[in-house]
């Protein structure tokens, strides 16, 4: 347990230092927003681009891994709306909010560092595939169903627009188009531009876990224990297993992927939760559950490595 120790316990401290420059006043919050508008913007797209040009496309696009994800994902997400619905009799817009939280992971910030670390390069496919997942199924649909319940006047279709011209900008979506496309084609970047490319992806992981310690400086959770223990115990616990239950039910796919796709649902919920809550007046539940998810997400995913580990689905290099 001590060696898994060794190759998370790092990742986490680079939170730490994140979290200690802020409240050290080196830096501030909107100084540490925007660096995490380069690593959204910049860096992880860097990212994707570099791994799906790389290798050979049907070495990226894994469809038995896409299914067991999405799926999985897609089950925690309706579980965790029926939940805030029925049984904590939330609104519709809340209970879309805290399914999110269950189901979408924070796959470029804190998935991918500690997944890169473990697995080597077949993290970052993972990744690609997850943000996939999470930009074309869980959160579209986990706001559209909050537009809903907001606009209840407004038709479906002006609901599935907004959401699509807001897909249509994000960074990582351009990405992996682009990636695709010079995949298919063929075309090779020039060299210099390659170059730039291949430094933005390298300053990816570091600066990633950076920006999610320095967000949480500041946060605080008290008095919602009820909401957030719920949806901390989502995402942290039934998301992997749902996602570990469909791996092992659908055909057997590359072992390393498997346990890719186990650390990455056991991240902690997307850094920009809180901005989704306030835009629904949920935005002290939704900070407070980030702080909380993140800090545990550091048990939770030594545990993962290291049962996974014990379980040979793959060697650590």
């Known amino acids: 347990m001590l060696e898994i120790f060794g190759i998370t316990l790092p990742l986490f401290l680079l939170i730490g230092i994140g979290y200690l420059t802020v409240h050290a006043r080196i830096i501030d919050k909107p100084q540490v927003r925007g660096i995490g508008v380069f690593v ?8 994707i681009i570099r791994a799906l040009i790389s290798r050979p496309l049907e070495e990226t696009f894994n469809l038995v891994y896409v299914l067991a994800y999405g799926v999985g994902s897609l089950i925690v997400f309706l579980g ?23 189901a979408a992971a924070n796959s470029g910030f804190v998935g991918y560092p500690v997944a890169a670390m473990v697995l080597g390069s077949s993290a970052v496919i993972a990744m690609a595939l997850n943000m996939l997942i999470e930009n074309l199924l869980i959160i579209p649909l986990a706001l559209a169903l ?11 279709r002006t609901i599935i627009a907004r959401s699509a011209r807001q897909l249509i900008r ?7 188009l682009f990636g695709t496309t010079l995949a298919i084609s063929g075309i ?3 060299s210099p531009l390659f170059k730039v490319i291949d ?14 310690g320095g967000t949480l400086y500041g946060l605080r959770a008290r008095g919602m224990a009820g909401e957030v223990s719920q949806i ?3 995402k942290l616990v039934i998301h992997p297993l749902a996602v570990l239950a469909m791996f092992l039910l659908l055909p057997e796919t590359d072992p390393v992927l498997t346990a890719a796709g186990v650390l990455f649902a056991c991240a ?49 290099s």
């Not at 909050?146 to 479906?156: I, P, V, Y």
């Not at 994000?170 to 992996?176: F, G, S």
């Open 40 to 47: 959204m913007h910049c860096a992880l797209p860097a990212l």
């Open 80 to 102: 965790g709306l029926a939940m805030a619905r029925l049984y904590r009799r939330q609104p519709l817009d809340a209970s879309a909010l805290y399914a999110l939280g269950m």
């Open 146 to 156: 909050a537009e809903a319940s907001n606009q209840r006047g407004a038709k479906l």
């Open 170 to 176: 994000n960074p990582i979506i351009i990405a992996i």
């Open 188 to 190: 090779e970047l020039p």
């Open 199 to 212: 430094m933005l992806a390298s300053a990816a992981p570091p600066t990633a876990l950076f920006v999610i």
């Open 232 to 234: 901390t115990f989502g």
């Open 268 to 316: 902690p919920m997307l850094s920009v939760y809180p901005i989704f809550g306030q835009r629904y007046n949920l935005g002290e539940i939704t900070a407070a559950t980030l702080m909380v998810t993140t800090l545990l997400s550091f048990a939770t995913m030594s545990i993962a490595v290291w049962a996974l580990q014990g379980s040979g689905l793959f060697a650590f």
